[in-house]
């Protein structure tokens, strides 16, 4: 049976994922030429295997050290594209972006809660993967 609570921080990250993209859309991103179909095939893979992985986690094919790991990897990703110092879309650059401000707090703010959820994601996973093998190696000793 799936853990709740990773099953909840999973949908998290998924789902502010998902606005930050929207995000890009907004923003036009992609209005450079081939950019679209670069950013549907991307989307569309990265959609399709969160699908899989879903659906694989569901059936207890892969568990909470899998999602840990997911988290790991986003977690660096967002952090070199937006919130490293080198970053040229920085969560102020994309509050700028915007007319309103409550529109670039919004838009800003899915960057920040995006982090946290992937970061809760990789400390619980990681936790929850690696609790059953410490629990087991202290009933041993």
């Known amino acids: 049976m799936p853990d709740k609570t990773l099953t909840v921080l999973v949908l998290a990250a998924v789902a ?14 992609f209005s450079q030429p081939g950019a ?12 399709a295997l969160t699908g899989a992985a ?3 986690y569901f059936r207890g094919k892969i568990g909470a050290a899998f999602w840990a790991v997911i988290g790991v990897l986003g977690a660096v990703a967002l952090w070199f594209a937006h919130l490293s110092p080198a970053a040229e879309q920085r969560p102020s650059n994309i509050y700028a972006m915007y007319g309103s401000p409550i529109a670039g707090l919004i838009a800003s703010g899915s960057v920040y809660a ?3 959820s992937l970061v809760a994601l990789s400390l619980y996973g990681g936790w929850r993967a690696l609790w059953p093998a410490a629990r087991q190696h202290r009933q041993s000793d």
């Not at 950013?39 to 959609?47: E, I, N, W």
């Open 36 to 47: 679209w179909s670069i950013a549907a095939a991307f989307l569309s893979a990265k959609y």
């Open 16 to 29: 502010f994922s998902a606005a930050h993209d929207l995000d890009h859309l907004l923003r036009d991103d």
């Open 114 to 116: 995006m982090m946290l």
């Open 54 to 56: 879903l659906y694989f």
